[in-house]
C-alpha cells in the first residue's frame, strides 16, 4: 500500500462526497426509526456550538471545519502517541 | 447509529465509557510503534470519515444510513489506528456538532469503532482467502450489522425500549445500511490496495 495513493484516493473520496451531498437523505436513520417507532425520544443534556447545516454553503463550512479539526486532532494525537524510534 | 442522550440508563453509560475508554488507551499504547509517514495518513482517513458520516444516503423507504468506515480503516491500517481514527471522529462529532449524546459517546465508540475495528479486520483476515474485496465487504456489513445489535442490547438493557422488537426493526434497518458499507469498503479497498497480497502488517498486529 503506497501512502501517497492512499492520500490521492481518500483527498478524492473526501471531493467526491462533498460533491454528491446536495444528493443526501434526510429521512431519519435506522437507529431514529426504531426510536420514532417505540416512542422513545432524545433529552438533550449539551446543546454543540455547530451543526452540519442545512443549506450547501453552510453545509460546505460544516465540512471544512470539521475536515481540518478532525485532521488536526488525529495528527497531534497520533504523533504524541507515537515514541520516537530509537 | 449515533445514540443520542437519554437513552441509556447509569449503568450502561458507566460499562460502555469504561470498554471504550480502554480500548481507546490500549490503541493510544501501540500507536507508540507506528510508522511516522502513517500519521498524516491516519489523519487524512479521520477526516475523510467525519465527511462521510455527514451525508446519509437512502437504504429503504424513509430510512437513510451513512458509511460507518471503521472496518475500511482497520483493513488500511490495522484494528488499533481504527480505534484511534474513530474515537477522534466521533468525539468531535458529539462535542462540536451536537451528532451523538455526550453520555452516550463511550456506546458509540463501542459500537461504531471498536467492533467495526476488531471484529471487521479479523473476519478481514478470515476471509480474504475469498479474495480482498469480497472479504472487505462482508466485514463492512457484518461490523454495521453488529453495531447494531449492540447498540440494541445496550438500549434493551437500559429497559428504554423492548429489547426483541426493537432488535428485529434495527437489524432490517442496518442489514440494509450494511449493504451500501459493505460495497464501499470493498470498492475503496480495491482501489487502494488492489487484489495482491498485502506484505505489510498493520501495527500492534501480530503476523500469523
Known sequence: MKGKKVAIILIAFIVVVILISPLASYAPDGLENAMEAFGVGEHTIYHAPLSYGASFISFLVSAATGIAITFLITYITAKLMRKRRV | ?208
Not at chain 2, 476488531?118 to 461490523?143: D, M, P, Q, T
Not at chain 2, 428485529?168 to 464501499?184: D, N, Q, R, T
Open chain 2, 1 to 208: 447509529m449515533h445514540i443520542p442522550d437519554g437513552l441509556l440508563s447509569t449503568p450502561a453509560v458507566v460499562t460502555t465509557y469504561l470498554i471504550s475508554g480502554s480500548a481507546v488507551y490500549l490503541a493510544a499504547k501501540k500507536m507508540e510503534k507506528e510508522d511516522e509517514e502513517k500519521i498524516p495518513l491516519l489523519g487524512l482517513a479521520a477526516a475523510a470519515i467525519f465527511v462521510a458520516q455527514m451525508v446519509n444516503f437512502p437504504v429503504m423507504a424513509g430510512v437513510s444510513g451513512h458509511l460507518l468506515g471503521a472496518t475500511l480503516i482497520a483493513i488500511l491500517f490495522g484494528p488499533y489506528a481504527s480505534v484511534l481514527v474513530m474515537s477522534s471522529v466521533l468525539i468531535i462529532q458529539t462535542l462540536l456538532f451536537g451528532d451523538g449524546g455526550i453520555t452516550a459517546l463511550g456506546a458509540n465508540i463501542l459500537n461504531m469503532g471498536i467492533i467495526g475495528a476488531f471484529v471487521g479486520y479479523y473476519l478481514y483476515k478470515k476471509l480474504e482467502r475469498l479474495g480482498k474485496v469480497l472479504a472487505a465487504g462482508i466485514a463492512g456489513w457484518v461490523s454495521v450489522v453488529l453495531g447494531a445489535v449492540l447498540a440494541s442490547i445496550e438500549v434493551g438493557l437500559s429497559g428504554t425500549a423492548p429489547f426483541l422488537p426493537f432488535l428485529k426493526l434495527m437489524l432490517i434497518y442496518h442489514s440494509a445500511v450494511g449493504v451500501i458499507e459493505g460495497v464501499l469498503t470493498g470498492a475503496l479497498v480495491m482501489l487502494m490496495q488492489g487484489q495482491k497480497e498485502e506484505k505489510e502488517t498493520p501495527v500492534g498486529v501480530k503476523r500469523s
